[in-house]
């Protein structure tokens, strides 16, 4: 019992410290969106031939009082307070208007990949706004994919289903994130209009280090290869990583072994260096 008050008078103050941050980064993003306060960094996706195959879109924020702030903290904020769809709708306009700029680098075949939140696949208005930046940017929707995670998908079935049916038929890929970390059941993935699995870095890791992790991933690209479905690896770090994922024929890797997320002048610009040598 004594124990217990001891938590108590310890946790409660930490617990108000951590609401007020919250609260503090809640009321900050709108303004930060006004103020040019994002930024998208992408990530390649790099092939068994070394080619940059995709990039992956990863929002960046320096607030003017609290400094960087990682989305891993700020994305469940803005999701709760509902203020995630101005993000959302921020980054697909940024990559929509970066886009072609990638591809004069990797060629046409080239996917850059958003992050779309529970909240966001659940809004049937998103669709619109989606298709109507595909218009106002020149975008071909090939040239895009979606990445949502398995558990935002399950959460609201029916919702993200529909949207997410609607989004493929346009001829955007989807591609399950962080996959093998929530659900379990593996029924749904023949029914649902996906193109491409993320293995979590959490298996990567743990890579001929833990047995077990090892077979899940080997099974999963297995998986992947006879659903027809791109199987892309996150969070690849070392060049063991690398060869072991490419010997069992994974197709996509993503990872600090290749490259951290970076801004595309800082792309643009090793392109060039690449080309004075
Ligand atoms: P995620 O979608 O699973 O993204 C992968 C995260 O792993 C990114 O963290 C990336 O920088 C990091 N990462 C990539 N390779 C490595 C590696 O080799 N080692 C390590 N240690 N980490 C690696 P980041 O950028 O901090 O983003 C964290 C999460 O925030 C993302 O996880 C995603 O859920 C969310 N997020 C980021 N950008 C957006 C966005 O524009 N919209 C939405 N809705 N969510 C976003
Ligand atoms: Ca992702
Ligand atoms: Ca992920
Ligand atoms: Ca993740």
Known sequence: KEAGKGCHTSFLPEMMEDNKRKLAIASAILPGLQNDEFQVYYQPKVNVNGEVVGYEALIRWIESKLGFVSPAEFIPIAEATGRVVFITEWVIKKVFDDLSSLIEIHGPHLKVSINLSATDIKRIELLNYIERNYQMYGVDPKNTEFEVTESSYLENFEEADKFLQELSKI???????????????????TKIPIDTLKIDKQFIDELEVDERSTLITTTIIQLAKQLNLTICAEGVETEKQKDYLFNKECDQLQGYYFSKPTPLKDIQKLRRGDADT
């Open 171 to 189: 001829g955007a890929s989807i591609a399950l994130d962080d996959f093998g970390t929530g659900y379990s059941s593996l029924g749904y993935l």
